[in-house]
C-alpha cells in the first residue's frame, strides 16, 4: 500500500517537473508555455515536437523577425565583444 502511493507521489512529481522543463524551454524559445500542454495527448505530443523542431524561434531569429533581444539596452554582447551604439564602437573592459 505504501509502496504504490510511493510510486504514485514520484511518478506525478516527475510528471510536474517534465512539464515545468517543457514550459520553460519553450518561454525561453519567444513562444507560449501552454504549448506543453500539447504532450498530454501523446499524438499531438509527437506532432507538436515535429512541428516546434522546424518553425522560426521569436527568440533565436532576433529582433527583426518579431522576436526580442533578451539583453538589457545597451548591454555587451556575449562574450565582451565590442558595443555598438550609433557610428560610435566603444570597447568595454
Known amino acids: ?11 506525478l512529481a516527475l510528471f510536474a517537473l517534465a512539464l515545468w522543463i517543457g514550459v520553460r524551454i519553450l518561454q525561453k524559445a ?9 504532450t498530454l495527448v501523446p499524438p499531438l505530443g509527437v506532432v507538436g515536437v515535429w512541428v516546434f523542431a522546424f518553425v522560426r524561434w521569436p527568440a533565436v531569429d532576433g529582433p527583426e523577425s518579431g522576436g526580442g533581444d533578451r539583453r538589457a539596452p545597451g548591454a555587451p554582447p556575449p562574450g565582451g565583444g565590442p558595443v555598438i551604439e550609433g557610428s560610435v564602437v566603444r570597447r568595454d573592459k
Do not use: Q, T, V
Not at 4 to 11: P, Q, T, Y
Not at 30 to 38: C, I, P, R
Open 1 to 11: 500500500m505504501i509502496e504504490g502511493l510511493f510510486a504514485g507521489l514520484l511518478g
Open 30 to 38: 519567444g513562444l507560449s508555455g501552454w504549448w506543453a500542454l500539447l
